[in-house]
């Protein structure tokens, strides 16, 4: 960097913010790349997604990771949305076009997917997938695997409602037909891989989303919950020899695909892997 510069900024908001670990994810990747940007995190309350974007403009910002509340306020403040933001309502990144305008995207959706692929080494084409939960991370998932070609994606939810909302997600996403439906716990027996896209078993929370004796050896389970990283429904599929992994790489790689979008250079994934589990026991 030119030493009459200073560097760009880029950030994480939401509320809370400060207990975010994007700007340990981010700044140990924009470390191992050598883009001298610095990633900081802005609490910026409910009802602030608008005037945030606004000095976003001003104040030139590099990019915006958003997380809750203001996913849904940020979609709409956007002033360019991607397809994906405009069926889900939701974005998680901005980004400055370079013309004053903002562009809003998912990357939770791709997350997901590539996060499956890593941890698992499973391809979405054809598998069935059922989704435990319809929240905006549901969502998320429903459409990511829809999109990538998944056969089917059953919705489970305690308020049936929001589990109907996400199954029409999934059609819309749908590459081959119409993937999505509603459906219960009597689906997940037939599930390849089954996914905890609930809150349940976050933080202190040691109760679980399914009963894990539904689960079978040779079904995969994830748990989008990630801290902590073993959740005791994590726990206790692995004790009945279901393959069961956390939700830290759909963290890595959406924070990956947003570090590519803001940056153009190709993410250290691995990096900010790590960063997010440092950060969790530093
Ligand atoms: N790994 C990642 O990168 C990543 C990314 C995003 C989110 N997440 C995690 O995903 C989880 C969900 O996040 P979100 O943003 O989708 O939250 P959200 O929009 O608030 O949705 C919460 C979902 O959980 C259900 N739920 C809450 N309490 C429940 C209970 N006691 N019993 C049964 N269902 C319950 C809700 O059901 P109702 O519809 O009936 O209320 C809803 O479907 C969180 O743990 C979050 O940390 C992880």
Redesign the pocket.
Known sequence: MDGHQTPRVAAVIGDPARHSRSPAIHNAALAATGIEWVFTAFEVPAGGGAAALEAMRVLRLAGLSVT?PL?AEVAEAADVRDDVVEVLGAA?CILPLGDGRLRAANT?TD??VS?LQADAGLEPEGLRVAL?????????VAWGMAAAGAAEVVLI???PS??QAAADIANAAGEAGQPGRVGSMDDIAAADVVV???????GADT?M?CDPTLLQPGQVAVD????PLETAWLAALRQRGVEAH?????????AAAAFELWTGVEAPVEVMRQAAVADRTG
């Open positions: 809750m996913k998680n939770d997350g997901f996060g435990l939960g319809a929240g905006g991370a549901a969502r998320a939810n305690r308020t929001k589990a905890n896209a609930t809150s349940v078993g976050m109760s989303p989008l919950v990630y801290e956390n939700g830290l790489s759909m963290l890595a790689y959406q």
